[in-house]
């Protein structure tokens, strides 16, 4: 590990406090954090917007450099809740170390956050999945070769060895179950291995993630997850499932079949969401 990693963390802690203070003017009390994915941003018009802020005007925080992603944070109303929802995140392929990736989530708990709602696009890989599922994330496999909390722990924050036995809280996954099956909505349930990209994974790639447990393969969630159970807040994360990654029938994939297949998936997945934020 190298020396500035070891100093740097009284230098990040600052910068999470600088962002934190420049929101909490705009903040209220004890919201719930929403963190949006690729292709995902529509959720975004179901709240009712007090006010946004633009990432780039925001000290300290990344700016996505993701075409698809907006990147505004969104102070309003959701199903009558206060929310904080982030519509453009950031990504290890981006090039940015996984503390930067992870700052927002630092920010959304300086801000008083104590539950994160986290969507993704994802390519599925269980068999019996279909491009177009919305998939409930039961567990993670990190496989990123980062980890957000590398580097001298800020303990005030959290404990140098989280615990991950439920990082993806039983009693919020309970609740999204319900809320599918109220809305009728076939909701899978798997586990998710998070890879760095940018490309998508070969026919022998996608053959051993398979092998090694995993339902979902995708590029983001599990940094943000184990910050915020680093720092005690509760997770719970849907993906979209946008392409099919069966290693004996693939097929070649782009951003574009991604992003459709996001879109037209997106209203079982605000559905989801919102349903959960009413019941917290
Ligand atoms: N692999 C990795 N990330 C992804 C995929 C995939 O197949 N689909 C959407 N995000």
Not at 36 to 45: V, Y
Not at 230 to 244: F, M, W
Not at 245 to 250: E, G, H, R
């Amino acid at each position: 590990m190298s020396q500035e990693s070891l100093t740097s963390v009284d230098e990040y802690v600052r910068q999470v406090s600088e962002a934190a203070a420049y929101l909490s003017t705009r903040s209220i009390s004890s919201p719930i954090g929403i963190i949006l994915g690729t292709g995902l941003g529509r959720l975004a018009d179901e709240i009712d917007a007090v006010t946004s802020v633009d990432y780039e005007d925001i000290p300290n925080f990344p700016v996505s450099t993701v075409e698809t992603h907006h990147g505004k944070l969104i102070f309003g109303k959701l199903a009558g809740k206060d929310v904080i929802a982030l519509q453009g995140r950031f990504h290890l392929y981006e090039g940015y170390s996984a503390r930067q990736i992870t700052l927002p989530v630092r920010v959304m708990r300086e801000l008083g956050v104590e539950t994160i709602l986290v969507s993704n696009a994802a390519g599925g890989m269980n068999p019996v999945y279909r491009r177009g599922d919305v998939m409930l994330i039961s567990d993670h496999i990190n496989l990123q070769g980062v980890n957000p909390l590398a580097g001298q722990n800020h303990d005030p924050w959290g404990p140098r060895f989280p615990d991950m036995s439920d990082p993806y809280a039983e009693e919020l996954r309970q609740i999204a179950r319900e809320v599918a099956r109220e809305a009728k909505i076939y909701l899978q349930e798997g586990v998710y291995v998070a890879v760095t990209g940018p490309n998508l994974e070969t026919r022998a790639e996608y053959r051993f993630l398979r092998g090694i447990g995993a339902d979902a393969v995708g590029m983001s969630t599990v940094p943000e997850v184990i910050v915020a159970n680093h720092s005690g807040a509760k997770c719970v994360a849907v993906s979209v499932i946008t392409d099919e990654c069966f290693p004996d029938a693939l097929e070649p994939v782009s951003i574009e079949d991604v992003l459709a297949a996001a879109g037209e998936a997106e209203p079982k997945l605000t559905t989801i969401m919102k349903g959960i934020v009413a019941r917290l």
